[in-house]
């Protein structure tokens, strides 16, 4: 099983880096290494539950660059950036792992989920297991699968793996197929990206044209270009249950205190 073909674009381009590094990392710390992690882990968070109560739950993300806007963030401190948002009001977190596009480290999310009590999930291009027992060996309580990326089959597989491992996967989706797919596969928690992971350009309407697709037994969360308490309003208004909001906090002064404003808080 394979992940979706190459067509040229960033997205392919950043899963084909991402490719290479993980075979490198593979041959490093081997499965059995990985597996032997998890045995000494305290059991994954409720990612689901902590997205899903009554009120704007915010997944605020933790992510020092992007191929878009290069460097959103010189002062990169995880524990201090993890505990302003707790504090602020996030209801959980989402970490960056990937290194040579957007600067992350796995070990930024295990330090973030160390400094609070809130579940993390694993921001990354994730498509194959091992990844998969890499996030839950890091601690990760929950972990991004990107439908494009991936093909039915794949999907299903990792969503059954990460289940095993007490992790319930946030599915990414973009258009009216991908949703399609990842409803088909049984995903719980359906993200619909504002943004075409394939050209960068944002569109939040996006949102407003998926959510009545989305089934009313998922967890739909609307991702990226989310700058204000009125877009989150909106985006409740139309049946959304949680916002991922990663720029907006990053390029603040205060991230807290920037996501109690979107909070309305």
Request: proline share 3%; net charge negative.
């Given at each position: 099983m394979q992940a979706q073909p190459k067509t040229g674009t960033i997205l392919d381009r950043i899963v084909e880096a991402r490719r290479a590094a993980v075979e490198h990392r593979k041959?490093?710390?081997?499965l059995p290494v990985l597996k032997l992690a998890i045995k000494r882990n305290e059991p994954a968070r409720d990612f689901a539950g902590a997205i899903?109560?009554?009120?704007?739950?915010?997944?605020?993300?933790?992510?020092?660059?992007?191929?878009?806007?290069?460097v959103l963030r010189e002062d990169f401190s995880v524990e201090s950036l993890a505990a302003s948002l707790e504090q602020g009001g996030a209801a959980a977190l989402s970490v960056l792992t990937e290194e040579q596009f957007f600067q992350g480290a796995l070990a930024y999310l295990t330090n973030a989920r160390k400094t609070t009590a809130l579940p993390v999930l694993r921001k990354d291009f994730i498509f194959e297991a091992w990844q998969v027992w890499e996030a839950r060996a890091a601690e990760a309580d929950s972990f991004l699968l990107i439908a494009a990326i991936l093909d039915d089959s794949l999907l299903r597989e990792l969503l059954a793996l990460g289940r095993e491992l007490g992790m319930e996967a946030l599915v990414?989706?973009?258009?009216?197929?991908e949703l399609r797919r990842a409803v088909d596969a049984g995903a719980r928690i359906i993200?619909?990206?504002?943004?075409?992971l394939r050209s960068f350009e944002v569109r939040l309407q996006t949102s407003h044209e998926l959510i009545e697709e989305i089934p009313d037994a998922c967890i739909a969360v609307s991702e990226s270009g989310l700058r204000t308490h009125e877009d989150l309003a909106r985006l409740r208004e139309a049946g959304f249950d949680a916002f991922l909001v990663g720029e907006q906090l990053m390029t603040a002064a205060e991230p807290g205190e920037a996501l109690q404003i979107i909070l309305g808080l």
């Amino acid at each position: 099983m394979q992940a979706q073909p190459k067509t040229g674009t960033i997205l392919d381009r950043i899963v084909e880096a991402r490719r290479a590094a993980v075979e490198h990392r593979k041959k490093i710390v081997p499965l059995p290494v990985l597996k032997l992690a998890i045995k000494r882990n305290e059991p994954a968070r409720d990612f689901a539950g902590a997205i899903s109560q009554n009120k704007l739950n915010v997944i605020a993300e933790l992510k020092k660059a992007s191929p878009s806007r290069g460097v959103l963030r010189e002062d990169f401190s995880v524990e201090s950036l993890a505990a302003s948002l707790e504090q602020g009001g996030a209801a959980a977190l989402s970490v960056l792992t990937e290194e040579q596009f957007f600067q992350g480290a796995l070990a930024y999310l295990t330090n973030a989920r160390k400094t609070t009590a809130l579940p993390v999930l694993r921001k990354d291009f994730i498509f194959e297991a091992w990844q998969v027992w890499e996030a839950r060996a890091a601690e990760a309580d929950s972990f991004l699968l990107i439908a494009a990326i991936l093909d039915d089959s794949l999907l299903r597989e990792l969503l059954a793996l990460g289940r095993e491992l007490g992790m319930e996967a946030l599915v990414e989706v973009h258009t009216r197929d991908e949703l399609r797919r990842a409803v088909d596969a049984g995903a719980r928690i359906i993200g619909v990206n504002n943004r075409d992971l394939r050209s960068f350009e944002v569109r939040l309407q996006t949102s407003h044209e998926l959510i009545e697709e989305i089934p009313d037994a998922c967890i739909a969360v609307s991702e990226s270009g989310l700058r204000t308490h009125e877009d989150l309003a909106r985006l409740r208004e139309a049946g959304f249950d949680a916002f991922l909001v990663g720029e907006q906090l990053m390029t603040a002064a205060e991230p807290g205190e920037a996501l109690q404003i979107i909070l309305g808080l």
